[in-house]
């Protein structure tokens, strides 16, 4: 049935171990005097604070305990959903692009794992009144921002709508399309189906409080045919992407190491070229279409390569890049820059790579030695499930691991150029990279992450604890 809750808002004192939001250079790290006689005298005890960074900083000790520094978020919300929902993408809309003015409205499409098969479903969300952390006294010098940032907050409490559309089986990987008017979502089922999905009803009621009551009553349990669905996969899958420069093409790639490409025709229908393209030796874990060539795509895999794909050659020889060994082990995620020919991936190694595709094309050879990548980021300690470039800042990308962390880093920031904290100091331990802007954590088994791409420097990250919005003070 669609959905309505409210949001959950940042995290009492009490409840900060176990939901923590941490910046690199401003998370804190808490110990009470053994005094603790009365309440007038805790807050006469003094703190002694620090520097937390996961990973190298020292164990917690028992009177100690992490707690969230707010002063280092702009935005910061949690929700909960309901089901998981492990798989998601942001609905562009006519709010205004790029806009700041809190509070702030977005719209997603998710899709649940639930327990039960017969409960899981396609999720149109939006979430509105998302409020600023804290109001900044600084002084607003830019004059880019100072225009914008208009606040008009109020005592109401972010909240979310959602209606739902009944999906057989989970959602392992959803994206979402807008062209001609239309809202497309498709979706990857545990099934191994690709279903294309018609979401501007669901759209329209979430919009409206009358509209979604109606909806509840009435089509709660209804059975929603796709436009589209794709049986042609001998597995399920994890690689889904619609092409940025051609609407309506569609790709997915399965476990069997098969990517299979969906064109529009006419009659708002697709069809699936007969073939696909199977150069792959293992498991497809991303695709991503190319930015700025529209035939053109990239693919990562358990097989521990990336490869460029060029749809214009027969799926045989279509395959014009292969990378080699680019990590110790599977990889999972890819992210294409959308200004520049580099790509960032993540595996279950726990390292991130950056990639310049000019050397990969030089490297590409057979026989050739594994190529090197531009940057490499070893500070995560389990897997990269997520990863994604900064829509508009193209020396900036963000990930998120099965560690519980989402970091964000900076290409541009080099050693001996330290990015200045909020206290004005500088100094942090000697082996955190100084490209590592920021860490968030709160949140519990990290699977997606998405930047606002109207929203400059908002983050939406979903996990099996639930949905994190929040912009840091960093980007």
């Avoid at 409205?105 to 396609?122: F, H």
Wanted: glycine share 6%.
């Amino acid at each position: 049935m669609p959905f309505k809750h409210k949001f959950v808002d940042e995290p009492d004192e009490q409840d900060c171990e176990e939901e923590m939001a941490s910046d690199v250079e401003d998370e804190i790290m808490v110990q009470s005097d053994d005094d603790d006689d009365s309440e007038d005298e805790d807050k006469n005890e003094s703190v002694q604070t620090s520097v937390y960074i996961p990973g190298r900083s020292r164990e917690l000790e028992e009177d100690e305990e992490l707690v969230v520094d707010g002063s280092a978020y702009v935005v910061y919300h949690q929700a909960n959903a309901g089901s998981p929902c492990l798989s998601f993408d942001i609905i562009r809309d006519s709010l205004g692009d790029p806009r700041s003015i809190y509070p702030a409205t977005c719209y997603l499409v998710a899709g649940t794992q639930a327990s039960r098969d017969r409960v899981n479903s396609v999720m149109v969300i939006k979430m509105s009144n998302l409020t600023r952390q804290t109001k900044k006294e600084e002084n607003k010098s830019d004059d880019d921002d100072s225009s914008d940032e208009e606040d008009t907050e109020n005592d109401d409490g972010p909240h979310l709508d959602s209606a739902g559309i009944r999906h057989q089986g989970c959602v392992n990987r959803i994206r979402v399309m807008t062209t001609g008017g239309k809202t497309l979502a498709a979706s990857f089922s545990e099934k191994s189906d690709v279903h294309i999905w018609d979401i501007n009803k669901q759209l329209e009621v979430i919009d409206n409080s009358t509209a979604l009551a109606k909806y509840t009553r009435e089509e709660t349990g209804k059975k929603w045919h796709p436009l589209f669905s794709f049986r042609g996969h001998k597995d399920e899958g994890y690689g889904l992407d619609w092409s940025r420069t051609v609407p309506g093409n569609l790709l997915s790639g399965d476990t069997r190491g098969k990517i299979h490409l969906c064109r529009p025709v006419d009659g708002g229908t697709w069809k699936v070229e007969s073939k696909p393209y199977s150069a792959h030796e293992d498991s497809v874990e991303d695709i991503q279409w190319s930015p700025s060539e529209p035939t053109v795509f990239a693919s990562c895999s358990v097989d521990k390569s990336i490869r460029i794909w060029d749809t214009r050659a027969s799926p045989s020889e279509a395959c014009m890049i292969t990378a080699q060994s680019c990590h110790e082990s599977d990889i999972n995620v890819i992210s294409w820059n959308p200004k520049e020919p580099f790509i960032v991936s993540g595996g279950d190694d726990g390292v991130l790579k950056v990639w310049d595709l000019r050397e990969l094309q030089s490297l590409s050879n057979p026989g050739s030695k594994p190529p090197s990548p531009v940057a490499t980021f070893a500070h995560h300690r389990s897997p990269i499930t997520t990863v994604e470039w900064h829509p508009s800042e193209s020396t900036i990308f963000a990930a998120g691991g099965a560690d519980d962390q989402i970091t964000i880093w900076d290409l541009a920031v080099e050693k001996g150029n330290p990015v200045e904290k909020s206290n004005g100091e500088t100094e942090l331990p000697p082996d955190v990279p100084p490209q590592l802007l920021f860490i968030h954590q709160g949140q519990q088994d990290i699977k997606e992450l998405h930047w606002h791409p109207q929203i400059p420097g908002m983050i939406i990250s979903t996990a099996l604890s639930g949905i994190d919005v929040f912009k840091t003070i960093s980007v």
